[in-house]
């Protein structure tokens, strides 16, 4: 498998799967009122998701070409405390009240192959790593506001992203829930040299001219999430993702395409 399929695995799932695991909680409860004292106790306790998703997405960031994965999913959460799913690894909720979460997990980033596609060719491979974040969101009613911190500790030296963004949902019916939002995502001078910028030596290998870029806001993306729930423990989920870059990133000459969309939809079984 590449890493770039990988890469993206990881990254819309994260997409994905932010949500579902207490939305689709939050239905089911109010769909299974006959439950027991010791079924809730349960329910409460663990909190664990597994399935099948088909995703599309660039071959790279910033590709004009686009391929078709299908990967297993799965998440799990004990005590509202301890997490380990695709989104942020393996971690635990510094804070994990009613309005506000925060918390902390390490991932892998799995970087990027220079056979990702015929346009990379002459560009080196990017190592992956271990993937440290720092995550919080705010939500009152059917409002949230989110923030990331993402820094790849071991591999390449890829400098780190600060993910910001804001959202709405709302219950369409008892058995539909639609999610709405908006992101923007800056990079520090490492990680845009890492993915955007082209040195002398590789200019000479892949004939892309040379280019310098410089820390800034890289993307803004609009995002719609869904889950429709067939059962109290099957749910149809999907997910659009319409990703514009910004500035040095999307002036880049390993940039073919500037817009970006990423489609995800996945059948998932809740415990």
Known sequence: MKRRALTGLVVFLLLLTAVPLRATAEVSSSRDKTASAGD???????HV?????????????????????AFPLIGAEYKRRFFINFINGAGMYLLNSGA?????GVAYAFGR????????????HIDGGALFNLFGEYTSGPYSLGAKYLNQVSGDDTGYMVEVGAGYHSRVRGDLILKYGMQATYADSDYMAS???VSQAQSLASGLVGYSAAAGFKSAALQLRSIYLLSPKWAMQGHIKLERLLGDAADSPVVQDERQVSLVLGLVYHF
Do not use: I, N
């Open 40 to 46: 809730a106790d349960r329910t409460m306790a663990w």
């Open 49 to 69: 998701q597994a399935g099948a998703l088909v995703l599309a997405w660039p071959e790279y960031e910033g590709a004009d070409k686009y391929e078709v994965k």
């Open 100 to 104: 506000l979460q925060l918390g902390t």
């Open 195 to 197: 993915f955007f910028g």
């Open 113 to 124: 192959d220079e056979d990702d596609s015929a346009h990379l060719r002459g560009l080196g």
